[in-house]
């Protein structure tokens, strides 16, 4: 049988580029590690505008937000591909996504990880060109450690940067935080909690996720871990911040996102923050990526990045 169909372009065609270095690390041993990201983007033909020497001026009209993805994982380890096609909805509706890797409790202790954030957001700038980004319109977003990250980020302050790519700037313009273990301190004590229970996963604060990732001396681990909270860093230059949380969350409390919203808007910047607690949600099932979900997370960034 013979069809001649006329299918249109009803969504753009997206390509995939895999093992970006965009920093190179130690471990705690002292091993050099290569830090990657990968980015999704749409087809939009540079070489062939390159070839119709339509280039040169014309070219910012091409250039697109970014958002870097920041996975989770409890700070143990993240896979910066595993949830790349559920961001592809952001490609489509002309975002170019990075995701990234970046280095684990076993591999480095707190800060680092954020280090690594802010440097990836950098890579984006230093690179944008090369990904047609638009270096003055960058988001990020992450779920879990990644969304604790992401928020961090988001304050857009001074701490935590790393001499790579100095000289562009680490801060965005939208940050999305996804039921992120904003407040370590409140965690651990939760934590502390649970263990209670004899048959609680861990038996001992250092055990936890939370604890894993600061290291060092038990008896200042609380204190110390007041530096990866988000609500000392909440500041006039933040970005805007968006934070879902699932009701039915069984490993980071809804509490800690419903305070940290409280602690934005109590800083007079209530007009700059939403959260939206998703019913039966638990920590990161699909309720997280439906249409309806989607929608608000689009919206969200279309508002302060496009």
Same mark, same amino acid.
């Given at each position: 049988?013979?069809?001649?169909?006329?299918?249109?372009?009803?969504?753009?065609?997206?390509?995939?580029?895999?093992?970006?270095?965009?920093?190179?690390?130690?471990?705690?041993?002292?091993?050099?590690?290569?830090?990657?990201?990968?980015?999704?983007?749409?087809? =939009?033909?540079?070489?062939?505008?390159? /070839?119709?020497?339509?280039?040169?001026?014309?070219?910012?009209?091409?250039?697109?937000?970014?958002?870097?993805?920041?996975?989770?994982?409890?700070?143990?380890?993240?896979?910066?591909?595993?949830?790349?096609?559920?961001?592809?909805?952001?490609?489509?509706? =002309?975002?170019v996504v990075a995701s990234m890797y970046y280095r684990s409790s076993a591999q480095a202790k707190w800060p680092e990880q954020i280090k690594d954030v802010k440097t990836a957001i950098r890579f984006l700038r230093?690179?944008?060109? #090369?990904?047609?980004?638009?270096?003055?319109?960058?988001?990020?977003?992450?779920?879990?450690?990644?969304?604790?990250?992401?928020?961090?980020?988001? $304050?857009?302050?001074?701490?935590?940067?790393?001499?790579?790519?100095?000289?562009?700037?680490?801060?965005?313009?939208?940050?999305?935080? $996804?039921?992120? &273990?904003?407040?370590?301190?409140?965690?651990?004590?939760?934590?502390?909690?649970?263990?209670?229970?004899?048959?609680?996963?861990?038996?001992?604060?250092?055990?936890?996720?939370?604890?894993?990732?600061?290291?060092?001396? &038990?008896?200042?681990? #609380?204190?110390? /871990?007041?530096?990866?909270?988000?609500?000392?860093?909440?500041?006039?230059?933040?970005?805007?911040?968006?934070?879902?949380?699932?009701?039915?969350? &069984?490993?980071?409390?809804?509490?800690?996102?419903?305070?940290?919203?409280?602690?934005?808007?109590?800083?007079?910047?209530?007009?700059?923050?939403?959260?939206?607690?998703?019913?039966?949600?638990?920590?990161?099932? &699909?309720?997280?990526?439906?249409?309806?979900? #989607? #929608?608000?997370?689009?919206?969200?960034?279309?508002?302060?990045?496009?």
């Amino acid at each position: 049988m013979k069809y001649t169909i006329d299918p249109g372009r009803k969504r753009p065609s997206v390509n995939f580029i895999d093992s970006i270095v965009y920093s190179r690390k130690p471990d705690l041993d002292g091993n050099m590690l290569d830090l990657e990201m990968s980015i999704m983007l749409q087809n =939009g033909n540079s070489e062939m505008r390159l /070839a119709a020497g339509s280039e040169g001026e014309d070219r910012k009209k091409y250039l697109k937000p970014a958002i870097l993805w920041v996975p989770g994982g409890g700070y143990r380890g993240c896979d910066k591909n595993l949830m790349t096609a559920e961001c592809e909805y952001l490609v489509e509706a =002309g975002y170019v996504v990075a995701s990234m890797y970046y280095r684990s409790s076993a591999q480095a202790k707190w800060p680092e990880q954020i280090k690594d954030v802010k440097t990836a957001i950098r890579f984006l700038r230093a690179n944008a060109d #090369k990904y047609e980004i638009d270096p003055d319109r960058i988001g990020v977003m992450g779920r879990s450690a990644g969304g604790h990250l992401s928020a961090m980020a988001g $304050m857009n302050t001074d701490n935590f940067e790393s001499e790579e790519w100095s000289e562009f700037s680490s801060q965005v313009q939208a940050a999305y935080d $996804m039921f992120g &273990p904003v407040d370590f301190v409140a965690l651990m004590e939760a934590d502390e909690i649970a263990m209670k229970d004899p048959n609680h996963r861990w038996k001992t604060v250092e055990d936890t996720h939370a604890g894993a990732i600061m290291g060092g001396d &038990p008896a200042t681990m #609380k204190e110390r /871990a007041k530096s990866a909270c988000t609500k000392y860093y909440i500041n006039p230059k933040m970005s805007p911040m968006l934070i879902m949380h699932g009701d039915a969350d &069984p490993l980071v409390p809804t509490a800690i996102s419903e305070e940290f919203y409280q602690q934005i808007c109590d800083a007079g910047m209530e007009d700059r923050t939403d959260l939206y607690i998703l019913k039966h949600a638990g920590h990161g099932t &699909p309720e997280f990526f439906q249409p309806e979900t #989607k #929608k608000i997370v689009v919206e969200f960034f279309d508002r302060y990045l496009k």
